[in-house]
């Protein structure tokens, strides 16, 4: 069976890495870079965030509302700079939103794979087995809603900013699939 496979398979990797050497449960997450990877997309870091634009080009805004494009200051109207200003609480949000959830995927993937234990060693059927761990992704999936919606309002923040100061163009680094996936992926019975 495809399930027992991958479970016992992941299930020593998910022991040593859940464990320290206290035996106390850690997560360390690295969320320095989100909607991209390899150094570019957005880097909250000491109250601000730094985009970095595919060519590898930043831009940075300020708790305050500022924008810094390339090291250079962009005056902005207070409109935008509110806008900024969410910009930045917004996606301090999300990250703060990811590393709750990074917390808790190492106690939901224990106590999944302690059910499909328990459920393998009490003779559960296979279907059983993988309706009642199905369900329990489901549960855990509903727990990134709030991140998703989150993607939807930083995108939104972002588009409105670009419009508004066409130089942040280049920055909008957030692409409707980031919203669409995290929604898709949220809803998908897988």
């Given at each position: 069976m495809k399930l027992r496979i991958s479970v016992l398979v992941l299930f020593p990797?998910?022991?040593?890495?859940?464990?320290?050497?206290?035996?106390?449960?850690?997560?360390?997450?690295?969320?320095?870079y989100m909607f991209?990877?390899?150094?570019?997309?957005l880097k909250v870091e000491q109250g601000r965030v730094i985009i970095t634009n595919d060519q590898g080009?930043?831009?940075?805004?300020?708790?305050?509302g500022t924008l810094t494009i390339e090291d250079k200051s962009v005056a902005v109207?207070?409109?935008?700079?509110?806008?900024?200003?969410?910009y930045v609480q917004t996606t301090q949000q999300l990250k703060q939103q990811g590393i709750e959830v990074a917390k808790h995927a190492g106690g939901f993937a224990i106590g999944i794979l302690s059910d499909v234990f328990g459920g393998?060693?009490?003779g559960e059927s296979d279907k059983d087995i993988e309706r009642n761990a199905n369900q329990s992704a489901a549960e855990f999936k509903k727990s990134v809603l709030p991140i998703c919606m989150s993607v939807q309002k930083l995108k939104q923040l972002?588009?409105?900013?670009a419009t508004d100061?066409?130089?942040?163009?280049?920055?909008?680094?957030?692409?409707d699939k980031d919203s669409n996936d995290c929604e898709k992926g949220i809803n998908s019975s897988e």
């Open positions: 990797l998910l022991v040593i890495s859940a464990c320290s050497r206290s035996g106390t449960p850690q997560v360390n997450v690295n969320f320095n991209s990877s390899d150094n570019h997309g080009h930043q831009a940075v805004v300020t708790q305050q109207p207070p409109q935008v700079r509110d806008n900024l200003v969410q393998l060693l009490s972002q588009d409105k900013i100061v066409p130089a942040f163009e280049p920055y909008a680094v957030i692409e």
